[in-house]
């Protein structure tokens, strides 16, 4: 759940944002671990349910572009509310549009920038609003902006790699599975009712396809009716925490997979960490947002620890290293990042780095993947056309 809360920090100013937490307890819990002293105002944001289903999305290209335009317009000493009507005009993406057309009512109505972004989280996520805030504060919108569409930008180059990387073997095995479902259900039925026509002698392999073909034709609606239903309970199943959490640990074990999930996990904090660093945000409150907004829950409960003894004076590196999670290389650069001073540098340099290894992984991974199904599917055509054609040759043999 989201909320909203006002708390005086240590030096007496009165700071406003949301935070993502279970319950309002552990909201409240959040923000005194993270160094504010009193919590003045905290409520739950509330969302329509299904109005947000029904909304179309926003690509991310647009908000990136948006940010980046608003920087320009901010650069050159138009005012805020002014640059926002200016861009609201021309807008062509109609949620983009109105939810900018809306920031700007709320401006107009008193509320900062952030809190206006704040309460559009389904465009514009914690992260994004975290650099807003603090670039407001520091009175440098324009560069905020800027750092906050380069982040964008980076995530969605991740992320277009990676679907590019998963077409062509997504695209092999979607067309293996049709091929062999037209064969069995198109193809063999007619040979085989040829075939027990002559009463001819069958090969294990036809009698094999005769049995799957006659259970997929007989049974293919129950068998649809149970997909949905496996993968249905397995979503329900996935929301509980504890097995959420059994389930995220499996996966980074996984061969392979594994070391490039951890990989994109570790790629991901040192970026966004740098980001927040850099736009001036507290390094308790980065990991407190890191550790609630991040995907796998084993890395989350992690950075959690990490955060609990970062409060307690412990630094950064040392509960690292601590945890065995982080390798031994970023924690050594964090270490002399904490002692120059250059940790948002040193992140930045260790976010750049673990991308790379994330692509060449990736590279690698579908370099074996793709022979793997070329093969697979090449054997299991093979196996097909010598069950349908070896009882042919019977037959011939027969009737000469």
Not at 155 to 177: C, D, E, G, H, W
Request: charge should be positive; aromatic fraction near 6%.
């Amino acid at each position: 759940m989201t909320y909203r809360y006002q708390a005086y920090t240590s030096d007496k100013k009165i700071v406003k944002g949301v935070i993502e937490a279970a319950s309002e307890s552990l909201a409240e819990d959040a923000l005194y671990r993270a160094g504010y002293e009193r919590i003045i105002s905290l409520e739950e944001v509330t969302r329509p349910s299904f109005k947000g289903f029904l909304q179309p999305g926003v690509p991310v290209r647009h908000i990136i572009d948006f940010s980046s335009q608003l920087a320009t317009l901010l650069g050159s000493g138009i005012g805020l509310v002014t640059a926002l009507d200016l861009l609201a005009e021309q807008i062509t993406q109609k949620t983009l549009r109105k939810t900018v057309e809306d920031i700007a009512r709320r401006i107009r109505g008193g509320s900062s920038f952030s809190d206006a972004l704040s309460q559009h989280p389904a465009l514009f996520n914690q992260t994004y609003c975290q650099v807003i805030r603090a670039s407001e504060q520091t009175g440098r919108l324009d560069i905020g902006l800027k750092q906050a569409a380069g982040y964008l930008e980076k995530r969605l180059n991740m992320a277009q790699k990676i679907r590019r990387a998963m077409v062509y073997p997504s695209f092999v095995l979607i067309t293996a599975v049709l091929v062999v479902i037209l064969l069995l259900t198109v193809a063999l039925p007619p040979l085989l009712n040829l075939f027990q026509s002559l009463n001819a002698p069958l090969p294990w392999t036809t009698r094999f396809l005769m049995a799957v073909a006659g259970f997929l034709l007989d049974n293919g609606l129950y068998l649809l009716l149970a997909l949905a239903v496996i993968v249905l309970g397995a979503i329900l199943l996935l929301r509980l925490p504890s097995v959420k959490l059994k389930w995220d640990a499996g996966v980074l074990k996984l061969p392979l997979i594994g070391n490039v999930i951890t990989e994109l996990n570790l790629q991901s904090f040192c970026q966004t960490t740098a980001l927040l660093l850099q736009a001036g945000v507290r390094l308790p409150a980065i990991l407190e947002l890191v550790s609630s907004t991040g995907q796998n829950s084993t890395v989350c409960r992690v950075l959690g620890r990490v955060r609990e003894r970062l409060i307690q004076g412990e630094g950064l590196s040392r509960p690292m290293a601590e945890t065995g999670f982080f390798p031994p290389l970023m924690v050594e650069m964090v270490m002399i990042g904490e002692k120059s001073g250059t940790l948002d540098t040193t992140l930045g340099t260790l976010a750049d780095y673990y991308a790379e290894r994330v692509s060449r992984r990736i590279d690698t991974l579908i370099t074996a993947i793709e022979p793997t199904l070329t093969i697979i599917v090449g054997l299991a055509v093979i196996f097909i056309a010598l069950s349908m054609i070896t009882p042919l040759y019977t037959i011939l043999r027969a009737i000469r």
